[in-house]
Antibody, heavy 119, light 110 residues
Framework: EVQLVESGGDLLQPGGSLRLSCAASGFTLSGYSMNWVRQAPGKGLEWLSYISGSSSSIYYADSVKGRFTVSRDNAKNSLYLQMNSLRAEDTAVYYC????????????WGQGTLVTVSS | QSVLTQPPSVSAAPGQKVTISCSGSSSNIGNNYVSWYQQFPGTAPKLLIYDNNKRPSGIPERFSGSKSGTSATLGITGLQTGDEADYYCGTWDSSLSAGVFGGGTKLTVL
């Protein structure tokens, strides 16, 4: 059974940094692209980042480019999102999602982890 | 402002059919596969439709997807109160090199 479990969410002040983790199980992580998607309170889904299975291709949404960094450790079955220079508008539930065969398809999602940025 | 445009809400009576539209452009829907997601409050999204019109295992035939040009449509027949949820379309945008979602549509089963 495919499982994705995010962790690392926290309450922090504007300008702060945070690293989210996503633990994958039930499949071979290296065989799949992974994504981060977030959802602000009461708002819709916002795609943030894509990383290919080998980390050779990485893409970011303009809203986080230069502030967020995605990485993965296939040997540890883990995906990460390093978030710097956090703003109030980054407050959201952050989901990791396994990529499908076709880019832009997300067959499996974690339960999400809440990041709150507030002074 | 979402790259893909969905109606904010739709409603229909139990047993009826509803459609949810998703409009984009040639750089996203026009040249890439569309997927649809169902989300209940406080839970993660769930894949309903992928590759425009395919259903993952376990998704009832009541759910269907189609695509024409730069628009896609999710159809739900035999509406049940348990279908009340938010529905999102998604795809890849080749010009942005980014995943994109619609703003979401809240389905109310009256």
């Amino acid at each position: 059974e495919v499982q994705l479990v995010e962790s690392g969410g926290d309450l922090l002040q504007p300008g702060g940094s945070l690293r989210l983790s996503c633990a994958a199980s039930g499949f071979t992580l290296s065989g799949y692209s992974m994504n981060w998607v977030r959802q602000a309170p009461g708002k819709g889904l916002e795609w943030l980042s894509y990383i290919s299975g080998s980390s050779s291709s990485i893409y970011y949404a303009d809203s986080v480019k230069g502030r967020f960094t995605v990485s993965r450790d296939n040997a540890k079955n883990s995906l990460y999102l390093q978030m710097n220079s956090l703003r109030a508008e980054d407050t959201a539930v952050y989901y990791c999602a396994r990529g499908g065969i076709v880019a832009g398809t997300f067959p499996y999602w974690g339960q999400g982890t809440l990041v709150t940025v507030s002074s | 402002q979402s790259v893909l445009t969905q109606p904010p809400s739709v409603s229909a009576a139990p047993g009826q059919k509803v459609t949810i539209s998703c409009s984009g452009s040639s750089s996203n829907i026009g040249n890439n596969y569309v997927s649809w997601y169902q989300q209940f409050p406080g839970t993660a999204p769930k894949l309903l439709i992928y590759d425009n019109n395919k259903r993952p295992s376990g998704i009832p035939e009541r759910f269907s997807g189609s695509k024409s040009g730069t628009s896609a449509t999710l159809g739900i027949t035999g509406l049940q109160t348990g279908d009340e949820a938010d529905y999102y379309c998604g795809t890849w945008d080749s010009s942005l090199s980014a995943g994109v979602f619609g703003g979401g549509t809240k389905l109310t089963v009256l």
